[in-house]
């Protein structure tokens, strides 16, 4: 008795699948919900764009209005730290009250300093036989920006 229902009750829903899948559908008459374009007397704003450097202006909802400067590639500025000091945290984490081991400053780190500072790049003064920890390392590297400690 109980096969029978479920039999008869398959036959029902693929007969109504069939059906649905069948049946004729309406044309759909579409319309369009864009707000027609309005356009303002005068004439366009003069914006002050800077001399160097590059600036955009744009409306939320309708993306970006316009641009100024070039397209060229530029530095990665500190990006490049921050992904080392995410790097270095992901395999030597540091626990609570850690400062992780001990790098020692070697003549090549003073003299990249040197280089580095020459070429007017944001560096933190090191000597050579310093010792810091990896806590003081990710610091130096972190909050006044030194492009030399990431080398070390």
Do not use: C, F
Request: no cysteine; proline share 6%; net charge neutral.
């Amino acid at each position: 008795m109980r096969g029978r229902i479920l039999l008869g009750l398959a036959v029902l829903g693929a007969a109504a699948l069939g059906l649905n899948y069948l049946r004729p559908v309406p044309a759909v008459a579409a319309t369009s919900s864009v707000v027609s374009q309005k356009t303002i007397a005068g004439s366009a704003p003069a914006l002050p764009w800077p001399s160097a450097g590059s600036a955009a202006v744009g409306v939320s909802g309708l993306g970006k209005l316009a641009d100024s400067g070039n397209e060229t590639q530029v530095p990665t500025a500190s990006v490049a730290k921050v992904m080392t000091a995410l790097v270095v945290m992901h395999d030597k984490p540091l626990g609570l009250g850690q400062t992780g081991p001990s790098i020692t400053v070697t003549d090549e780190d003073v003299q990249a300093y040197q280089t580095d500072l020459q070429q007017k790049q944001s560096v933190v003064a090191v000597q050579a036989g310093e010792v810091l920890t990896q806590y003081q390392v990710l610091q130096a590297m972190l909050i006044p920006s030194g492009n030399n400690i990431a080398e070390l």
